[in-house]
């Protein structure tokens, strides 16, 4: 890595952070009060009728999730919008003229997600803080499975970009797939509350092992094996972006 | 004379089976500023579009002060400025922004590259509208953008394509002088426009594109000579005309 990738890769993610904040009421505050309406809902009203889950009250294991469904759904779009945009307008094309390689540039873009994801996973934490005690049990796990998490939907938004040839297609990942992912990867229930047959379906998808191993460095709880959730999400992430490089070195929807 | 740029039998087939480029070749001296002309769809930005790394060949080599385009890409890219045919920078940006963030891309330091577009913009007559969103500028100002993005990390060879499409004439002259200052500072230039007069005004020599192939190559006095032409539009027409 030279000193001109590192440049390179610091002015895309200038580029997008600056962006991310000068538009803030539409990247950071719609997910925030989303899920200050959870909070409220499920978490306060709800939630106090229903007790204990997985060992501890409602709230507590509804706030990981929640951090998480944020985490996920900004991640991904910050990338596969800022992408295919600036494809629509074609100003990638001045980053393609230039020598920046194509991991560099794929950092740059998968950077840019990560901050969107963990700035708003944070907020919403710092929000759950008005609804019940909030104590991290696993530091590090707790930012591991969040950073793993944004990474891997930053190259999913990416790919998506990648393949988007009207905005329609940036929005057809998130309604039908990541919504439905989300909901049934164990936010707002125990998939050790399900049926053998369907808890089995659960363990196909990739969001419980993110959920899971957030929830268990928040408060020691967890359905999976932490260890199998960190090797599954890292090999997830590193299949990802092996998939986009490849991608962005072929010039696939870049160049003619 | 060293080469500024050297291509050789470059061709390109589209994945529609139009065949854009069919086995051009020819040499640009270090320092020229040379004309690229050829009607709509002759190939000229095809072959702009290879060269930095917008399209990809089908066949063919180029080599650009003595770098291949096929081993070291990057370096290549690293030496060329483009000026596109069409705006294609974010609408959203502030024209500062535009062309500070383009000096990244080519592993500029912001500490150097801030004081560098400003006195790009300065020079282009944009310094006024630095903090102005791209968006709101006029067609000649955003024309003046774009040249400013392409100068920033000092390019070897500039590729302007129709740089003055859309521009009013005080413009133009403006524009052209400021060409000419950068090409008597050194740049290798290679212009494609429309405006032929202005072409045999600035340009020593031409390549005339035609379907994908070079119809005619050389000195445009020689050129226009040869054919009997009084002027570069009559030779052009000439050339176009022939089967």
Redesign the interface.
């Known amino acids: 890595m ?4 590192i ?2 890769i ?2 895309i993610v ?2 997008e952070t600056h ?1 991310i904040f000068r538009i803030w009421i539409q990247t950071i505050l719609p997910s925030v009060m989303t899920q200050l309406l959870y909070f409220i809902i499920f978490g306060g009203l709800i939630g106090s009728q229903i007790g204990n889950v997985g060992g501890t009250s409602y709230i507590v294991f509804l706030v990981p999730g929640l951090v998480m469904m944020s985490a996920i759904t900004n991640a991904f779009s910050n990338v596969a919008s800022s992408f295919f ?2 494809k629509f ?3 990638i ?9 194509p991991w560099a540039i794929l950092t740059g873009y998968l950077s840019g997600g990560v901050v969107r994801g963990m700035v708003v996973g944070f907020a919403v934490f710092l929000v759950s803080a008005f609804f019940t005690p909030v104590h991290i049990d696993h530091p590090f796990l707790f930012f591991y499975f969040l950073l793993i998490t944004c990474v891997i939907f930053s190259a999913l938004g990416f790919f998506n970009g990648m393949f988007a040839k009207k905005f329609d297609d940036v929005g057809l990942i998130p309604t039908f797939v990541l919504t439905p992912l989300t909901y049934l990867g164990g936010v707002f229930y125990s998939i050790t509350l399900l049926p053998p047959f369907w808890r089995m379906v659960s363990y196909a998808n990739p969001i419980v092992y993110m959920i899971d191993g957030f929830r268990y460095g928040f408060s020691s709880v967890s359905s999976t094996p932490v260890l199998t959730s960190a090797i599954i999400l890292t090999l997830v992430a590193v299949g990802a972006i092996m998939i986009d490089l490849h991608l962005v070195k072929k ?1 696939y929807g870049l ?2 | 004379m060293a080469l500024a740029l050297s291509i050789n039998n470059l061709e390109k087939t ?2 529609t089976g139009t065949k854009a480029l069919k086995g051009v070749s020819f040499d640009v001296a270090e320092g020229e500023l040379f004309a690229l002309l050829g009607a709509n769809g002759a190939g000229k930005t095809t072959l702009i ?1 290879i060269l ?5 060949k089908t066949d063919g080599s180029a080599t650009v002060f003595g770098i291949d385009l096929d081993k070291e890409p ?2 290549v ?2 030496m ?1 400025g ?1 000026v ?1 045919q ?1 705006f ?6 502030k024209v500062l ?2 062309v500070v ?2 000096a ?7 500490s150097e590259a801030v004081p560098r577009a400003e006195q790009i913009l300065k020079d282009l007559g944009l310094f006024e509208k630095r903090n102005a969103v791209s968006r709101t500028l006029s067609g000649g100002m955003k024309r003046r953008l774009l040249i400013a ?1 392409a100068l920033v990390h000092q390019p070897k060879l500039l590729l302007l394509d129709e740089p003055s499409a859309g521009v009013d004439v005080e413009l133009r002259r403006e524009m052209w002088e400021f060409v000419q200052k950068l090409n008597a500072a050194g740049t290798t230039i290679i212009l494609t426009t429309h405006y032929l007069e202005e072409a045999e005004r600035l340009c020593k020599n031409v390549v005339l594109i035609k379907e994908g192939i070079v119809a005619e190559h050389g000195d445009i006095k020689e050129l226009m000579t040869k054919t009997g032409a009084h002027t570069l539009e009559d030779f052009y027409l000439h050339v176009n005309k022939r089967v």
């Open positions: 030279t000193r001109a990738d440049i390179g610091q002015t200038r580029k962006r945009g600036a307008q074609r100003s094309e001045e980053i393609l003229v230039s020598p920046m390689k010039g160049k003619s | 589209y994945a579009g930095t790394g917008l399209v990809k990057e370096k890219r690293s060329i483009v596109p069409e294609n920078f974010s609408i959203f940006e922004d535009i963030d383009a990244g891309y080519y592993g500029i330091p912001r993005r």
